[in-house]
């Protein structure tokens, strides 16, 4: 069982920055693992972010955030992090970090979920 403790999140105004980071245990390496993030606004489909495939570092966004925001993974810390930046009205969501054995934008193939955080950014 993977666990994730999440920190970050909060409100911003459009234009700023925020660090989401989930904190990843259970288990003695991840190496084999995907670590992704994915989002859900009011009303709507939770919706692929990004994700890092740990084994190899490749990565992948959304069209809507890609160089904007940035996904990296910690080994020392076994933490997954989120740096968003340039921040728009849109983004406001709850924000989950996921992790999965296949590197992959569909959530169905996340096996194990943060309990999610609150992302709020004012225009």
């Known amino acids: 069982q993977v666990q994730f403790t999440n920190s970050g999140g909060g409100l911003v105004q459009a234009g700023g920055s925020l660090r989401l980071s989930c904190a990843a245990s259970?288990?003695?390496?991840?190496?084999?693992?995907?670590m992704g993030w994915f989002r859900q606004a009011p009303g709507s489909e939770r919706e692929f972010v990004a994700f890092?495939?740990?084994?190899?570092?490749?990565?992948q966004y959304t069209d809507s955030v890609q160089g904007r925001f940035t996904v990296s993974w910690d080994n020392a810390n076994n933490t997954v992090y989120l740096q968003m930046n340039s921040l728009k009205a849109e983004d406001s969501a709850v924000y989950y970090c996921a992790a999965g054995l296949l590197p992959s934008p569909d959530r169905a193939y996340y096996d194990y979920w943060g309990q999610g955080t609150q992302v709020s950014v004012s225009s």
């Open positions: 890092i495939a740990l084994s190899s570092g490749h990565t």
């Open positions: 259970g288990r003695r390496t991840f190496s084999r693992y995907n």
